[in-house]
T-cell receptor, first 116, second 110 residues
Framework: NAGVTQTPKFQVLKTGQSMTLQCAQD?????MSWYRQDPGMGLRLIHY???????DQGEVPNGYNVSRSTTEDFPLRLLSAAPSQTSVYFC???????????????FGAGTRLSVL | KNEVEQSPQNLTAQEGEFITINCSYS?????LHWLQQHPGGGIVSLFM???GKKKHGRLIATINIQEKHSSLHITASHPRDSAVYIC????????????FGKGTKLSVKP
């Protein structure tokens, strides 16, 4: 099993450019999520999905779009990159527990994004 | 004010010591996660708790829902335990809205 695969590992953008961070999992997990990690701020949830066709906002959704057309894929789109979006981005996935809440999460290796 | 608070922020221990990291939250939650982030940046999920206690090897996690508090214990600590430990609370009534603490940086000296 590949687990959770994030691409690219590194990316440099200019202000105003758009790009998509890819996230794929091969574990048939219902729950997928995107986080950003900034120095001194810790991890913060951007968007999450509890199944194909269902997405919701986390703590810091502004400037980001997501979609979940398949169980496996959960891309994160930056439509017009800003320097404030310079960060390390992590994707994660998990099964639901018996209480229908996210269980142990599996994380991708992260994407280091710089916006100039 | 962050709704999930961890203490201490930094912790230095000698190999073999018993370590406790604390997590307090102000929101009603349905579960709490403990994560480990290695010095290289990779993140590993350790536990998901909704009540009581869980144990995996030398790691023990406990949660007291009424007191809104969780602890992560490491017995017989080892230098390879050096990492940042992060707790994350799942907001009550939400299926996926996780709120994170800022992490506790643990350094275990040989």
């Amino acid at each position: 099993n590949a687990g959770v695969t994030q691409t690219p590992k590194f990316q440099v953008l200019k202000t105003g450019q758009s790009m998509t961070l890819q996230c794929a999992q091969d574990m048939n997990h219902e729950y997928m999520s995107w986080y950003r990690q900034d120095p001194g701020m810790g991890l913060r949830l951007i968007h999450y999905s509890v199944g194909a066709g269902i997405t919701d906002q986390g703590e810091v959704p502004n400037g980001y779009n997501v979609s979940r057309s398949t169980t496996e894929d959960f891309p994160l789109r930056l439509l017009s990159a800003a320097p404030s979006q310079t960060s390390v981005y992590f994707c994660a996935s998990s099964r639901f527990s018996s209480q229908f809440i996210p269980n142990i999460q599996y994380f991708g290796a992260g994407t280091r994004l710089s916006v100039l | 004010k962050n709704e999930v608070e961890q203490s201490p922020q930094n912790l230095t221990a000698q190999e073999g010591e018993f370590i406790t990291i604390n997590c307090s939250y102000s929101v009603g939650i349905s579960a709490l996660h403990w994560l480990q982030q290695h010095p290289g940046g990779g993140i590993v999920s350790l536990f998901m708790l909704s009540s009581g206690k869980k144990k995996h090897g030398r790691l023990i996690a406990t949660i007291n829902i009424q007191e809104k508090h969780s602890s992560l214990h490491i017995t017989a600590s080892h230098p390879r335990d050096s990492a940042v430990y992060i707790c994350a609370a799942l907001s009550g009534g939400s299926q996926g809205n996780l709120i994170f603490g800022k992490g506790t940086k643990l350094s275990v000296k040989p």
